[in-house]
């Protein structure tokens, strides 16, 4: 089986992502304002926001890790209080954090087809540890992402740019409909950092996903994704097409006077 | 302001507060000095006071039977033929060790995972439930059982069962250290990054996905160490099982004690110690190879 | 060239599997492995965990074999803290500054302390027993002499993992080595030296237990002994009794821990 044949029609909806009135408070603390919007199939999305501004719980509350106080999370025409935690929800939505997503004991050849764990049953993946089952997909996802001359080594001693690179393979793997990256970069210096997020986006736009990133890098942001959303506070401060967000938008976004101060 | 200084005052009245370390120390020092008046003053209890010209007389005594000084025959340590003959004791003890620390390792592989409260009522558990919940209690409290019992009392309630031999010493020497590897492994369970486990259970993994893929790589390394570092502790306690157990160096010790061939217990000794020497030897290269 | 890194893994795998099949080649796995009714054996110890022999006698024996069991290891562990201690600050090498008198001293410390705790407490306290006679003599040497060697080697091990440079500041400030030594590297390494012989303490109970297997009173005592009457439910009563203690002192030691190194 190749890589090709999973590429499949789990996209089919036009709407990937639709949020009704979702909003987030710990306690007397509204982390995420009341939002409403959607986000086309196959769009790339970038949050932006200083730290506290709303990114991860809204990032979590997308992945179903987290539940809303009040709205819904719809997910290819699916709301996702439905879905049952496991193997559902992994078709649909697909995480890659800052790091620490791989095992660091196994080789990268094995954590990328763990991508495979909710297809397998549990004896396939036993057999897999010894024997690498669906071996030459893993092979093609890692040399998608650049880094098959790494498959046999240990995820742990590969360097932080590569384990993203591991990390983006799996998602190839699992290839769920939706892919969520929270700040994916912000441990790489700059120039892998760029490496990774050109690589992030293409994958995404080759294969169709839908892919929604926070981002604490605006340039990287507006040069790669189709759109951004501005946070602050919890609050929706502009919701464009990059092209059209302009410089004293993101001034204004991250401007430290502004700052709530009560938390 | 003038509420500052009635503060002082209440607290002030307070009896001075018992903290645990505090409480500790005073109970560890009764315990020593309980414990040394009860052994120096056992000689009311005991047959045999604690100390007297007597004893070390006798202990003098002692030393020399074991070096074979004043005994007209040669000691059994200088002789080639007693050697032959314990080698092959010594090879059965080594046997035993390899024995009981693969049957401590089976028990605790199958088992430890489902020890740690992370994965079975923690943030690990993708739900919870009294099967699971109570699975946590059973492991550890088979752990608790088998850890307080010492191997040689493990090894007098086996002896009822099998033959004297190298098995049931080394069944008795493996379920004690099932106890104390179980529960080790366990709690470096407990203290794993759980990141990457939880980026598997979002990729779709289950429950013995996520134990097999993430839980078992991540603790293996340490569950190595361990496994060395008992091993070394079990050729130290081989000798002690095997006399009433009946295998290897430790039926010949307790014959020869009891038939004061004390020349025999030296040269017993010496093969002991070659055993710990040995065993401390290749685990320190296998743990480098685990490396 | 390519890379091969779980090569030393794989040949660990395939020795560990092949030293525990050689093990097994070695165990006589003839007919008489299982003594006739030796099953039957089993089952009625088994199921005489149900029936612990309660009575009033066998508890006050049960009592007072403990606090034997107990005494033993605290003196015993005290004792082993009056060897370890100083072979463990010789051994650590921490007091000398001339390099060869350092070497020779820590090589000479920890061979002594290799071969005290290379002979297991119940051949030490076999020994002593011949040696001394059934005296509490016995038990307390036969415990502190090898605890004694686990703890000079722990401590001399700590003792050099203190950090170098706070005692770089109290050495420019004109300190002697030995004063380094009481005012920074021992309030250093305390926490965790105190944490450890703690932890001793639970082993040590274990151990103590067992020393009546040469005729020492205590738990282990009363167990073997009722084993040769064959009277299987106060056999329970003192393995209930013996683990309850380990597991006391096992908490008690663990909370301590936590409370010390933290």
Redesign the interface.
């Known amino acids: 089986m190749s890589l090709a044949s999973l590429e499949s029609s789990r996209t089919e909806a036009a709407q990937a992502v639709s949020l009704s009135g979702l909003s987030k408070a710990y306690g007397p603390i509204e982390a995420l304002a009341p939002l409403s919007l959607t986000v086309a199939a196959g769009e790339t999305v970038a949050i932006l926001g200083p730290s506290g501004s709303g990114k991860t719980t809204l990032l979590l509350l997308l992945s179903g890790q987290l539940g809303p106080s009040s709205g819904a999370v719809t997910l290819v025409g699916r709301e996702i209080a439905q879905l049952s935690p496991g193997k559902e929800l992994a078709q649909l939505v697909g995480m890659i954090h800052q790091q620490f997503d791989l095992v660091p004991n196994i080789s990268a050849l094995h954590n990328v087809l763990a991508g495979r764990l909710g297809e397998w049953g549990l004896f396939k993946s036993l057999v897999s540890l010894v024997w690498p089952q669906d071996r030459p997909m893993g092979m093609e996802a890692l040399a998608r992402v650049g880094v098959a001359d790494r498959a046999e080594l240990r995820a742990g001693r590969l360097s932080g740019g590569e384990q993203q690179r591991v990390a983006i393979a799996r998602l190839l793997l699992q290839d769920p409909a939706i892919v969520l990256a929270d700040e994916p970069v912000a441990s790489l210096d700059q120039a892998r950092a760029g490496e990774v997020i050109r690589l992030l986006v293409r994958i995404a736009r080759d294969s169709g996903k839908t892919l929604i990133s926070s981002m604490h890098s605006v340039e990287l942001a507006r040069a790669h994704f189709d759109r951004l959303i501005g946070l602050r506070n919890g609050i929706v401060q502009f919701d464009l097409p990059s092209s059209q967000v302009a410089d004293d938008m993101l001034l204004a976004l991250y401007d430290i006077k502004g700052l709530r101060r009560e938390d | 302001m003038s509420t500052v200084p009635e503060i002082h005052r209440f607290t002030s009245i307070r009896p001075p507060k018992v903290t ?2 505090g409480a ?1 120390a005073i109970a560890a020092l009764g ?2 000095v ?3 008046v ?3 003053g ?1 000689d009311r ?7 007297s010209v007597e ?1 070390l007389e ?2 003098g005594r ?2 020399q039977a074991l070096l074979g000084i004043g005994s007209s025959s040669t000691p059994a340590f200088a002789q080639w033929a007693a050697w032959q003959d314990t080698a092959r004791l010594a090879y ?1 003890t080594l ?2 060790s ?2 009981a620390i ?1 049957i401590a390792a089976l028990i605790a592989l199958a088992t430890f995972m489902f020890g740690a409260s992370n994965i079975m009522r923690g943030e690990l558990a ?1 739900y919870r439930s009294w099967v699971w919940g109570s699975g946590f209690f059973v492991v550890r409290a088979f752990y ?2 088998t ?4 191997e ?2 493990w090894a ?2 086996i002896i ?4 004297p ?3 049931p010493g ?1 069944l008795a020497l493996g379920i004690h250290n099932a106890g104390v590897l179980g529960k080790l492994s366990s709690e470096v369970v407990e203290g794993l ?1 759980t ?3 939880l ?8 429950r ?2 996520v134990l ?3 839980v078992l ?2 603790a ?2 340490r569950f ?1 160490t361990y496994l060395f570092y008992r091993w070394e502790l079990i050729i ?2 081989t ?2 099982v095997g ?2 157990a009946a295998g290897g160096l430790g039926l010949e ?1 307790r014959l020869s ?1 009891s038939y004061f061939h004390y020349t025999t217990v030296t040269l017993l ?1 010496i093969w ?2 070659v055993l ?2 040995a065993v401390d030897l290749i685990a320190a290269v ?1 743990r480098r ?3 | 060239m390519k890379i091969r890194p779980l090569e030393g893994r794989r040949l660990l795998t395939i020795i560990l599997v092949a030293a525990f099949a050689w093990s097994l080649f070695n165990v006589d796995w003839g007919s008489g492995l299982v003594n006739t009714g030796g099953l039957r054996a089993a089952g009625h110890i088994a199921s005489s965990i149900l029936r612990p022999d309660l009575s009033l006698d066998v508890l006050d024996k049960a009592i007072r074999a403990s606090w034997t069991t107990v005494a033993y290891a605290v003196a015993g562990l005290t004792l082993a803290l009056a060897i370890g201690f100083p072979l463990g600050v010789l051994g650590s090498g921490v007091l000398f500054r001339s390099s060869w008198l350092r070497r020779f001293n820590v090589a000479g410390t920890r061979l002594v302390l290799a071969f005290f705790r290379s002979i297991h407490e119940l051949v030490w306290a076999w020994l002593f027993v011949v040696a001394f006679g059934l005296s509490p003599l016995a038990a307390v040497l036969a415990l502190g002499i090898p605890y004694g060697g686990i703890l000079g080697r722990i401590y001399s091990e700590l003792l050099q993992d203190v950090p170098e440079a706070p005692l770089r500041a109290l050495r420019s400030a004109g300190a002697s080595e030995w004063r380094v030594f009481w005012f920074g590297r021992l309030p250093m390494a305390l926490p965790d030296m105190l944490s450890y012989t703690f932890y001793r303490l639970e082993c040590g109970i274990r151990s103590a237990a067992i020393l009546s297997f040469v005729g020492l009173g205590g738990l282990g005592f009363q167990i073997r002994i009722s084993l040769d009457d064959l009277a299987y439910g106060r056999v329970w009563t003192f393995l209930f009794f013996l683990i309850a203690l380990v597991s006391l002192v096992d908490v008690w030691s663990s909370m301590v821990r936590r409370r010390i190194t933290a």
């Open positions: 645990f370390i500790t315990l020593i309980g414990s040394w009860f052994v120096l056992a209890v005991q047959s045999q006071p604690f100390f004893t006798r202990g002692f030393l059965q046997a035993m390899v024995l693969g993708p608790t059982f850890r307080a019992i010492p040689l009392v007098m309630l009822f069962m099998f033959a031999g190298l098995l080394a990054d990141r990457p486990l980026a598997l259970r979002s990729s779709g993994a289950g013995f996905q097999a893929y993430g790589p991540q293996l390394p190595i130290r306690t000798i002690v006399f009433v010790f004690m000794l002991y110690l710990v020497v296998l190879m685990a490396r």
